[in-house]
């Protein structure tokens, strides 16, 4: 059987990043796990790629997401460019259709200063100004965060798994996960029929983080929902109607989704996008019922779960149900941002972008955790909840998750530091 030290389930972005540091840290072997042929081949790619400046999140309740977006876009920055990806600034405005909306913009501009952005990357303009900086589009206020960029997450993790290659890690791609052994140390089975054993399991299977757990035994009480995000590409003739990334104040800040935004990518489409439709799996990217055998047991998991409490919100019911029409009608979905971009047309978006699917943890209350969770587990550390911003944040939050394995005397091996891209200690 084969056998390593540390192994780590899941080659998305956070898998990749966790297993950079270890590998510049130690001389172990450190394999990671994905079941595709590739890295990133789910959340880490199919995501809006905004490098996001943490104005918008709440210290107090989002603080482990908002620090690691902050300390990470300096390190996006300098990897981005040493190895020649896209890194496009192209800036956010955050705007409020009324009063109301306006106060909540007044809480982000103290809220982006708590999490550590400079004074001068954020400005609040009131309509005219923000008519003068982008003239289709319509609001009450707006907060101009400047430091927002476009990016490539998908060839930004595959940049990452080179270089982890190159300390030693090893990718053990096209193997999935089945089952887990765990008695004087972890033995992973996977699906096709092979083996490895390791002293350390860490988890970071994204949307599968959650059942990963249970399989060690922990995290029981939690359970998961699935929300795909769909885009519409806009035609090449439409692509400059806004030059800004465009975000609205979300209707229900209790919900962990933003309204459809108009978003600009690396490449120089434009998009809109992404709503937030329920699906019974983090691997439904069309259709709404998929595999019947999972849709009738994520089903079961819904009304006997912790999401029961859910479907009892009203606010919830009704943020569902425009979710739904928003993804069977390309004319409701853009009708959402006709409202703060009125030239904006069904027409102008003929083509689907690539959906990506948040699998937030839903606790025995039934309310969604509001930020990442980490749990110990026997011989293993678990990753739950790790949404958006996550992308942005992986580079530090990965770091923090190594020294508190460190600090936890979890990481019982001789350190061995090589030359590295990021400064680990001055990071954590
Ligand atoms: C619609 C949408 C828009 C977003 N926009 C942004 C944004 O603009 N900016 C931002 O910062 N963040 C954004 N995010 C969040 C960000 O993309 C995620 O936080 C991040 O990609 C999560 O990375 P991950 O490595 O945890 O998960 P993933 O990328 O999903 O990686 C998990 C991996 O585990 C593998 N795996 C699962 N189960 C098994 C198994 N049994 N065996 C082997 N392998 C397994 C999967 O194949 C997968 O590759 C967005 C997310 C969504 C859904």
Same mark, same amino acid.
């Given at each position: ?30 394999? !990671?796990?994905? +079941? @595709? =042929?590739? #890295?990133?081949? $789910? ?7 905004? /490098? ?77 100004? !923000?008519?003068? +900086? @982008? =003239?289709? #589009?319509?609001? $009450? ?7 927002? /960029? ?279």
């Amino acid at each position: 059987m084969a056998k390593c030290n540390v192994a780590i389930i899941g080659g998305g972005l956070l898998g990749t990043c966790i297993s950079y540091w270890l590998s510049s840290l130690y001389d172990i072997e450190v394999v !990671v796990i994905e +079941k @595709e =042929p590739e #890295v990133a081949m $789910h959340t880490s790619s199919r995501n809006t790629g905004v /490098v996001h400046s943490p104005f918008y999140l709440n210290p107090e309740k989002k603080g482990k997401l908002a620090k690691a977006a902050f300390v990470s876009h300096d390190l996006w920055k300098r990897f981005a460019e040493k190895k020649g990806l896209a890194w496009k600034t192209v800036g956010t405005l955050e705007i409020a259709l009324d009063d109301t909306q306006h106060k909540i913009l007044e809480k982000y501009l103290k809220w982006g200063i708590q999490n550590g952005i400079s004074e001068k990357d954020l400005e609040l303009l009131d309509r005219n100004e !923000v008519a003068k +900086k @982008e =003239p289709n #589009v319509s609001c $009450h206020s707006a907060v101009f965060c400047k430091t927002d /960029v476009a990016v490539d997450y998908g060839k930004l993790t595959q940049e990452l798994k080179n270089e982890s290659q190159k300390n030693g890690t090893k990718f053990l791609l096209n193997h999935k996960v089945e089952s887990i052994e765990n008695k004087n140390e972890p033995v992973i089975n996977f699906e096709n029929k092979t083996q490895l054993s390791c002293d350390f399991v860490i988890n970071c299977a994204g949307g599968y983080s959650l059942d990963i757990a249970k399989k060690f035994g922990v995290a029981m009480q939690y359970s998961s929902l699935h929300f795909r995000g769909e885009y519409w590409i806009a035609q090449k003739e439409y692509t400059d109607l806004v030059k800004t990334n465009i975000y609205s104040v979300p209707n229900y800040p209790d919900f962990p989704f933003l309204d459809p935004h108009w978003i600009l990518r690396a490449d120089g489409r434009s998009e809109v996008g992404p709503n937030a439709v329920p699906v019974p799996s983090p691997e439904t990217y069309s259709g709404y019922i998929g595999n019947v055998e999972t849709f009738i047991s994520k089903l079961i998991d819904v009304v006997t779960g912790n999401a029961r409490n859910l479907l009892l919100n009203a606010d919830f019911m009704n943020l569902v149900a425009k979710e739904w029409l928003s993804s069977i009608s390309k004319v409701v979905m853009i009708e959402r941002v006709q409202k703060f971009i009125p030239k904006v047309k069904p027409e102008y978006f003929l083509e689907r972008g690539t959906a990506g699917i948040r699998t937030p943890i839903i606790t025995p209350e039934g309310k969604f955790l509001p930020d990442v969770v980490e749990i110990e587990g026997p011989n293993s550390y678990h990753i739950l909840n790790y949404n958006s911003p996550g992308a942005t944040g992986a580079p530090a939050y990965s770091a923090y998750v190594v020294k508190s394995l460190q600090e936890k005397g979890l990481l019982d091996y001789t350190t061995h530091t090589k030359e590295s891209i990021w400064n680990f200690e001055k990071i954590t």
